[in-house]
């Protein structure tokens, strides 16, 4: 077999990023069928597996204990990244105060409940005249407090919004035109995100390959929503998963199962057999890359 031929056999990928919710995680909450299994196979044969995930640091440790994973995880949507083990922090950001006070005035105003969250606490604000918890605060044992900013210890990393779609539009709408440097990302259909300027699963995934010495362009990612698009805009290979929204498969390069049919083992498999030769193929097929005849090749067509 010759260097050409080996480099064309390769596996065509380094480091693959994996959301959690939705993708790896099933309606439940757990990890879906064959998920461990899966990430188990894909360690074992040399791929980097990471969690990219919008949750803050808490609430991801079980499952990477879970999973077994000792590579650094992204976590609070792209504004904390760190390694599981030893806590090593690689990045670390979070809001100015005014910033967060906003964010505060405006989820009030519109009678939105506030779910504040840094690597170290997470605390819940109720809108109100609401009875409503909220799923997530239920699920985690949040702490419920009457005022989030003045019971916050220290600045967050993600300030969540919850409330109905009309009131998530609006609050949108107004943080576009009084914080505009903010990232924005909804998470569900009744909960929108706000993180720190430049933070986003693309950015914190740059960082994370960088950091590791591995080329984005041999990086797949698996995701759901529309938070992971900024994910699917920097990876060589882009997976959504079949529980995604139509725009979010749109965006992809392959589409797998849902996260309750196997959907994430589905598409860790594909990213391991992959090889470099199909990645080409594939990007040709695409229009994403075309062969250039070399200088002392002179064409015959046409003549």
Same mark, same amino acid.
């Given at each position: 077999?010759?260097?050409?031929?080996?480099?064309?056999?390769?596996?065509?990928?380094? +480091?693959?990023?994996?959301?959690?919710?939705?993708?790896? +995680?099933?309606?439940?909450?757990?990890?879906?069928?064959?998920?461990?299994?899966?990430?188990?196979?894909?360690?074992?044969?040399?791929?980097? /597996?990471?969690?990219?995930?919008?949750?803050?640091?808490?609430?991801?440790?079980?499952?990477?204990?879970?999973? *077994?994973? @000792?590579?650094?995880?992204?976590? $609070?949507?792209?504004?904390?990244?760190?390694?599981?083990?030893? *806590?090593?922090?690689?990045?670390?950001?979070?809001?100015?105060?005014?910033?967060?006070? !906003?964010?505060?005035?405006?989820?009030?105003? &519109?009678?939105?409940? +506030?779910?504040?969250? $840094?690597?170290?606490? &997470?605390?819940?604000?109720?809108? !109100?005249?609401?009875?409503?918890?909220?799923?997530? !605060?239920?699920?985690?044992?949040?702490?419920?407090?009457?005022?989030?900013?003045?019971?916050?210890? $220290?600045? %967050?990393?993600?300030?969540?919004? /919850?409330?109905?779609?009309?009131?998530?539009?609006?609050? =949108?709408?107004?943080?576009?035109?009084?914080? %505009?440097?903010?990232?924005?990302?909804?998470?569900?259909?009744?909960?929108?995100?706000?993180?720190?300027?430049?933070?986003?699963?693309?950015?914190? #995934?740059?960082?994370?390959?960088?950091?590791?010495?591995?080329?984005?362009?041999?990086?797949?990612?698996?995701?759901?929503?529309?938070?992971?698009?900024?994910?699917?805009?920097?990876?060589? #290979?882009?997976?959504? &998963?079949?529980?995604? %929204?139509?725009?979010?498969?749109?965006?992809?390069?392959?589409?797998?199962?849902?996260?309750?049919?196997? *959907?994430?083992?589905?598409?860790?498999?594909?990213?391991?057999?992959? @090889?470099?030769?199909?990645?080409? =193929?594939?990007?040709?097929?695409?229009?994403?890359?075309?062969?250039?005849?070399?200088?002392?090749? @002179?064409?015959?067509?046409?003549?």
């Amino acid at each position: 077999m010759t260097d050409v031929d080996r480099a064309a056999t390769a596996r065509a990928f380094d +480091l693959v990023a994996l959301d959690l919710d939705g993708t790896l +995680l099933d309606k439940s909450g757990e990890l879906a069928e064959g998920v461990q299994d899966a990430v188990q196979a894909a360690s074992e044969q040399g791929l980097v /597996v990471s969690i990219v995930s919008g949750r803050g640091r808490l609430p991801l440790l079980s499952y990477l204990s879970e999973l *077994g994973l @000792t590579t650094p995880y992204v976590a $609070s949507g792209g504004a904390y990244i760190a390694y599981p083990a030893n *806590g090593h922090v690689i990045r670390r950001m979070e809001f100015a105060w005014e910033e967060v006070v !906003a964010l505060a005035d405006l989820g009030r105003a &519109m009678r939105a409940s +506030l779910f504040f969250e $840094s690597p170290e606490w &997470m605390m819940f604000e109720r809108a !109100a005249g609401s009875t409503d918890w909220s799923t997530g !605060a239920r699920r985690f044992k949040l702490p419920v407090v009457d005022d989030v900013v003045r019971s916050a210890p $220290s600045s %967050p990393s993600k300030v969540s919004i /919850v409330g109905e779609s009309e009131v998530l539009a609006r609050i =949108e709408r107004l943080a576009r035109q009084q914080l %505009p440097a903010l990232t924005r990302a909804y998470t569900s259909a009744r909960c929108i995100d706000f993180y720190p300027a430049g933070a986003n699963k693309g950015s914190g #995934l740059t960082l994370l390959a960088e950091h590791l010495g591995l080329e984005l362009r041999r990086t797949a990612v698996v995701g759901d929503y529309y938070n992971d698009l900024s994910m699917f805009e920097v990876a060589g #290979l882009a997976v959504a &998963m079949g529980n995604a %929204p139509a725009d979010v498969q749109a965006a992809a390069d392959l589409v797998a199962p849902s996260h309750d049919q196997g *959907g994430a083992a589905w598409a860790l498999q594909q990213v391991l057999q992959m @090889t470099a030769a199909e990645l080409l =193929e594939e990007a040709c097929a695409r229009g994403l890359w075309a062969p250039v005849a070399a200088p002392n090749q @002179t064409s015959q067509q046409g003549e």
